[in-house]
Protein backbone atom coordinates (compact mmCIF):
# COMPACT_ATOMS: atom_id res chain seq x y z
CA UNK A 1 0.00 0.00 0.00
CA UNK A 2 1.75 3.21 -0.81
CA UNK A 3 1.39 6.00 1.20
CA UNK A 4 3.04 9.89 1.59
CA UNK A 5 3.08 11.63 4.40
CA UNK A 6 3.85 15.12 4.54
CA UNK A 7 5.03 17.53 7.24
CA UNK A 8 6.98 21.03 7.94
CA UNK A 9 3.97 22.75 7.82
CA UNK A 10 3.03 25.62 10.27
CA UNK A 11 2.69 29.65 10.83
CA UNK A 12 5.41 32.13 9.70
CA UNK A 13 5.38 35.69 8.55
CA UNK A 14 6.03 37.12 5.61
CA UNK A 15 9.59 36.80 4.01
CA UNK A 16 10.31 33.70 6.27
CA UNK A 17 11.28 29.82 5.07
CA UNK A 18 9.54 26.74 5.47
CA UNK A 19 10.80 23.32 4.21
CA UNK A 20 8.41 20.65 3.70
CA UNK A 21 9.18 16.71 3.21
CA UNK A 22 7.17 14.29 2.26
CA UNK A 23 7.99 10.59 2.93
CA UNK A 24 6.85 7.17 0.89
CA UNK A 25 6.37 4.38 1.70
CA UNK A 26 4.84 1.36 -0.38
CA UNK A 27 6.71 2.10 -3.47
CA UNK A 28 10.49 2.49 -4.72
CA UNK A 29 10.80 6.23 -4.67
CA UNK A 30 13.64 5.80 -7.47
CA UNK A 31 11.13 5.11 -10.25
CA UNK A 32 9.00 8.01 -9.43
CA UNK A 33 8.19 11.62 -9.92
CA UNK A 34 7.17 13.58 -7.20
CA UNK A 35 4.98 17.08 -8.17
CA UNK A 36 4.26 19.42 -4.90
CA UNK A 37 0.80 21.19 -5.45
CA UNK A 38 -1.57 23.53 -3.22
CA UNK A 39 -5.25 24.21 -2.64
CA UNK A 40 -6.33 27.74 -1.32
CA UNK A 41 -10.08 28.28 0.56
CA UNK A 42 -12.14 28.42 -2.14
CA UNK A 43 -9.34 27.85 -5.41
CA UNK A 44 -8.98 24.96 -7.11
CA UNK A 45 -5.40 22.76 -6.98
CA UNK A 46 -2.64 24.29 -8.37
CA UNK A 47 0.96 22.68 -9.59
CA UNK A 48 3.68 24.20 -7.40
CA UNK A 49 6.68 22.21 -8.53
CA UNK A 50 7.56 18.75 -9.78
CA UNK A 51 10.90 17.18 -9.91
CA UNK A 52 12.07 13.03 -10.91
CA UNK A 53 13.30 10.96 -8.88
CA UNK A 54 16.89 12.07 -8.89
CA UNK A 55 16.41 15.61 -9.29
CA UNK A 56 17.94 15.59 -13.16
CA UNK A 57 14.37 17.63 -14.12
CA UNK A 58 12.45 19.79 -12.28
CA UNK A 59 9.75 22.33 -13.21
CA UNK A 60 8.55 25.26 -11.09
CA UNK A 61 5.28 27.18 -11.45
CA UNK A 62 5.80 30.98 -12.65
CA UNK A 63 4.39 31.91 -9.20
CA UNK A 64 7.16 30.21 -6.70
CA UNK A 65 10.28 29.99 -9.24
CA UNK A 66 13.08 31.70 -7.51
CA UNK A 67 11.48 31.20 -4.04
CA UNK A 68 11.18 27.65 -4.20
CA UNK A 69 13.43 24.44 -4.42
CA UNK A 70 12.02 21.04 -4.90
CA UNK A 71 14.38 18.18 -3.78
CA UNK A 72 14.79 14.26 -3.52
CA UNK A 73 16.68 11.74 -1.55
CA UNK A 74 15.52 8.46 -3.30
CA UNK A 75 17.65 6.40 -0.52
CA UNK A 76 15.60 8.12 2.21
CA UNK A 77 12.20 7.71 -0.01
CA UNK A 78 11.99 11.04 0.57
CA UNK A 79 11.05 14.14 -0.83
CA UNK A 80 11.34 17.99 0.00
CA UNK A 81 10.09 21.66 -0.94
CA UNK A 82 12.35 24.35 0.30
CA UNK A 83 10.03 27.72 0.32
CA UNK A 84 11.92 31.02 1.19
CA UNK A 85 10.31 34.30 0.69
CA UNK A 86 7.00 33.24 1.40
CA UNK A 87 4.33 35.50 0.52
CA UNK A 88 0.81 35.83 2.29
CA UNK A 89 -0.83 34.35 -1.38
CA UNK A 90 1.39 31.29 -0.63
CA UNK A 91 -1.01 30.17 2.16
CA UNK A 92 -2.37 26.57 1.62
CA UNK A 93 -2.64 22.95 2.35
CA UNK A 94 0.30 21.89 0.21
CA UNK A 95 0.17 18.25 -1.10
CA UNK A 96 2.85 15.90 -2.04
CA UNK A 97 1.87 13.41 -5.46
CA UNK A 98 3.87 10.83 -7.17
CA UNK A 99 3.80 8.74 -10.55
CA UNK A 100 5.40 6.64 -12.60
CA UNK A 101 4.47 8.64 -15.74
CA UNK A 102 6.16 11.69 -16.96
CA UNK A 103 7.13 14.92 -15.28
CA UNK A 104 3.52 16.88 -14.98
CA UNK A 105 1.97 19.86 -13.78
CA UNK A 106 -1.22 18.26 -14.38
CA UNK A 107 -2.59 17.15 -11.17
CA UNK A 108 -4.32 14.78 -12.78
CA UNK A 109 -1.64 12.76 -14.19
CA UNK A 110 -0.27 11.53 -10.33
CA UNK A 111 -1.06 8.36 -8.75
CA UNK A 112 -0.58 8.88 -5.17
CA UNK A 113 -1.47 11.59 -2.60
CA UNK A 114 -0.82 12.56 0.58
CA UNK A 115 -2.99 14.52 3.13
CA UNK A 116 -1.40 17.34 2.89
CA UNK A 117 -0.18 19.86 5.28
CA UNK A 118 -0.96 23.54 5.66
CA UNK A 119 0.96 26.40 5.42
CA UNK A 120 0.17 29.96 6.90
CA UNK A 121 1.99 33.01 5.88
CA UNK A 122 0.79 35.97 7.95
CA UNK A 123 1.39 39.31 7.00
Known amino acids: QVQLVESGGGLVRTGGSLRLSCVAS????????MGWFRQAPGKEREFVAAATWNGGDTRYADSVKGRFTISTDYTKNTGYLQMNSLKPEDTAVYYC????????????????WGQGTQVTVSS
Open 97 to 112: AVTKKILSDWSQGYDY
Open 26 to 33: GLSFNSYV
